[in-house]
């Protein structure tokens, strides 16, 4: 009897698709073609589950729809005399075939000639004679003569004309591309007609379903002028816009249908958020602070409660009362938002707030507000600058020990600059981001202290392939001015921990100092921070789904410092963790669970005080639990 889940003998096995190859093609890679056909081999990590058959069934009547899906792909590219066959070979196991398709590609039709008609009003003929961006469009077509003409690029291309003139307030602009070919010769004569119609703009901006939020509100949201040229661009940002609004669960921006005339009118469909709500989030983490093993078990809960307040005012406004609660954290917040200052991209936001830490070296009660003008220029491009006033009370976790440094009482009063820019970015996936800060603090003596701070974060992604991403991120920031020489504990920079450098817990990485108990024994060391750091990660993840639903794996390699001052910064090196973890797709987020290896420890982290090692070898790893991934 065969044991289940083991492969049949093989003459009883059933035939699968253990490789796809492509033969003849000279103009396209074998990697496009693949995309375009059903049958494919099964993935790498797929073979290496040797005792299943890995693979799809191979079923000659799809190979044969893979040999039209090609003929269409190359007809599509110009290639109207495309010839396709395949064949089936057995590979090294009878159940284990080889799909070969064989291609023929012969001459392609090429583009003999190229003409481009535009049809308008005599009014506006003399907008299109000078507008820019259409006689650009003119001299740079798409479609080139002796290119090949491929009506695969037919639709792209007549919507690129029509968004084109409508973005230049045609929205009725129609454009058709046409074409007279001659197969035997293998040419193509090819025509662009566009229709254009009447140059319009905005008039009336109706609203659907607003029943809390009046009407003129959602208007202001839209950024829509009476007047203005009409814009197909304007009408995407006015969705983004609206639909963006903490007010509104639903909105969808639409031009109704209308006479073709010189105005024109947009319809907003809402539906509103509740007017209150309650929000209650609970989690575990903080898995380094368990100083006391399972009798500390409670630091590793943590909560958070919030209400929240719609439409304040009647006016869209935003009140919200947070309360976050663990162990070594409390803080209380509210927050009131205007979602429009100036305009649709601007917001004001006016937070006071209290909070208490404990932090591993020592520990601060705050309380103040921040006040925040933020304003998102595009969806890649969003900046913010915001003052913060507090005042602040901090102290040593040891009452035995002083730190020299420490500062009872203090106030800060700080300017904070930032801003956060993206291209072709897909969290986690692709693209990369931009982050840079800027803090200008005690600027006309009101503060306790008086110090500049800034610093970068940067992150790419980039998909090695469909299961494997390779993510980087470069961060460092710097006290480059202080007018004091010694700062508090709380305004200090500190690096280490899960979403850093992961051989290191919560702000260990860096300069330490020993404390001693009341017997004048050594007892741990404390991070005591500095003014300058410099950290990167790299890590490879890959995605196990095909072995198992919603897992994967990560390797990473992570380097940083902490340094006292930025003469210091060439004395003291980089050190570097490495280690790996599992991830799961959860329905809030990967789980993520990091283990990393401490490549170039020192004795401060090795708990090593005069010579004499008080640590164990657990002290050269580091364990992290969290939702979300490190960046």
């Known amino acids: 009897m065969t044991p289940s889940g083991f492969a049949q003998d093989d003459d009883v096995a059933i035939s699968r698709v253990w490789k796809v190859s492509i033969e003849g093609n000279e103009t396209f890679e074998d990697i496009v073609i693949k995309n375009v056909i059903s049958n494919e081999a099964p993935s790498p990590l797929k073979k290496l589950i040797f005792w299943k058959m890995v693979g799809h069934r191979l079923n000659e009547n799809e190979v044969k729809r893979d040999v039209i899906r090609i003929e269409r792909f190359y007809q599509r590219r110009g290639f109207d005399d495309v010839r396709v066959s395949y064949r089936i070979e057995e590979l090294n196991k009878t159940w284990r075939k080889e799909v070969i ?11 003999r000639s190229v003409d481009f008609t535009l049809s308008v009003s005599d009014r506006d003929s003399a907008f299109i004679k000078t507008n820019d961006e259409i006689n650009e469009l003119k001299n740079d077509l798409p479609f080139k003569t002796g290119q090949r003409y491929e009506t695969a690029n037919k639709s792209e291309i007549e919507g690129r004309l029509v968004g084109l003139f409508k973005n230049q307030g045609f929205p009725y602009a129609q454009s058709t591309i046409q074409a007279n070919v001659d197969s035997s010769a293998k ?72 006479p073709k005339d010189s105005t024109i009118n947009v319809l907003i469909r809402v539906r509103e958020m509740p007017q209150r709500s309650v929000e209650l989030l609970g989690g575990i983490g903080n898995l380094t602070r368990l100083d006391d093993g399972f009798a500390d078990a409670y630091k590793l809960f943590r909560g958070q409660a919030s209400w929240t307040h719609r439409n304040v005012r009647g006016r869209g406004e935003r009140f919200n009362i947070t ?28 937070s006071p707030f209290w909070e208490h830490k404990l932090e591993p070296s020592y520990e601060i009660y705050r309380g103040g507000a921040t006040t925040s003008f933020l304003y998102q220029y595009s969806s890649n491009f969003t900046s913010a600058v915001s003052y913060e006033y507090s005042q602040n009370n901090e102290t040593t976790q040891n009452s035995q020990v002083s730190l020299p440094d420490s500062i009872v009482a203090y106030n800060v009063s700080s300017f904070n600059m930032n801003a956060y820019y993206t291209k072709n970015f897909r969290r986690g996936r692709e693209g990369w981001s931009l982050q840079p800060f800027w803090d200008l603090s005690g600027l006309f003596g009101e503060s306790s202290f008086s110090f500049q701070k800034a610093g970068l974060d940067t992150r790419k992604f980039t998909m090695l392939t469909d299961y494997l991403v390779l993510a980087k991120r470069l961060n460092f920031a710097g006290i480059y001015y202080s007018k004091q020489d010694s700062l508090p504990s709380d305004v200090r920079i500190y690096n ?26 050594f007892d741990r060391y404390v991070p005591i921070g500095g003014r300058a750091t410099l950290s990167f990660t ?22 940083g410092q902490v340094w006292r001052n930025f003469m210091s910064m060439g004395t003291t090196p980089l050190q570097y963790g490495a280690g790996g973890g599992f991830r799961y797709q959860s329905p809030i987020g990967p789980i993520r669970i990091d283990i990393a290896y401490k490549l170039n420890p020192t004795d401060e982290d090795l708990r090593i005080y005069q010579g004499v090692n008080y640590g164990s070898a657990w002290n050269r790893w580091g364990l992290h639990f969290s939702i979300g991934q490190a960046f």
Do not use: C
């Open 538 to 559: 790299a890590e490879l993840r890959l995605d196990l789904s095909d072995l198992l639903k919603r897992f994967g794996i990560a390797v990473f390699l992570d380097g």
């Open 496 to 521: 280490g921990g899960t979403n850093s450098v992961r051989g290191w817990n919560r702000h260990e990485l860096g300069p330490k100092r020993a404390i001693l108990n009341e017997d004048g024994a």
């Open 323 to 350: 309360g976050r609660a663990s162990a070594i954290e409390q803080r209380l917040s509210m927050n009131y938002l205007f979602p429009y200052l100036y305009n649709t991209k601007s917001s004001l936001n006016i």
């Open 101 to 111: 398709f064989e291609i023929i590609e012969n001459a392609p039709i090429r583009i």
């Open 187 to 258: 040419t193509a004569d090819v025509t662009f007609l566009n229709e254009l119609g009447p140059r319009a703009r905005f008039d009336s901006v109706l609203v659907e379903n607003a029943d809390n939020f009046e009407e003129k509100y959602v208007v202001r949201e839209t950024g829509i002028k009476r007047g203005h040229v009409f814009s197909e661009r304007k009408i995407r940002d006015a969705q983004r816009e609206v639909f963006s609004h903490h007010m509104l669960r639903f909105a969808l921006v639409s031009i109704p249908d209308q």
